[in-house]
């Protein structure tokens, strides 16, 4: 069965780094990514990347996160760096399968204090 496993959220100060992992199994996947939910505020896109290495990135995270992915080992990575306390959320892994079904993973907390 189709399974995506978040890890690596944590809590950590302002301006201080977090890689999150999303490990994927079960199908192969074209795009895959980041979305965040904040307490209170609907889920929205970070970043996104194609299995070809395409990347596309909100504006809040243009310049301090990269997104990149392992295609062996089907893992999506998410590097934060230059952390601030807006981007306090749950961040979900995304998977997109090649049949156009769409999975999640049940998201990993990321907390930023100041």
């Known amino acids: 069965q189709v399974q995506l496993v978040e890890s690596g959220g944590g809590l950590v100060q302002a301006g201080g780094s977090l890689r999150v992992s999303c490990a994927a199994s079960?199908?192969?996947?074209?795009?895959m990514g980041w979305y965040r939910q904040p307490p209170g505020k609907q889920r929205e896109v970070v970043a996104t990347?194609?299995?070809?290495?395409?990347?596309n990135y909100a504006d809040s995270a243009k310049g301090r996160f990269t997104i990149s992915r392992d295609n062996a080992k089907n893992t999506v990575y998410l590097q934060m760096n230059a952390l601030k306390p807006e981007d306090t959320a749950v961040y979900y892994c995304?998977?997109?399968?090649?049949?156009?079904?769409?999975?999640w993973g049940q998201g990993t907390q990321v907390t930023v204090t100041s």
């Open positions: 995304n998977a997109v399968s090649y049949t156009r079904n769409t999975y």
């Open positions: 079960g199908t192969s996947f074209n795009a």
């Open positions: 990347i194609t299995r070809a290495g395409s990347t």
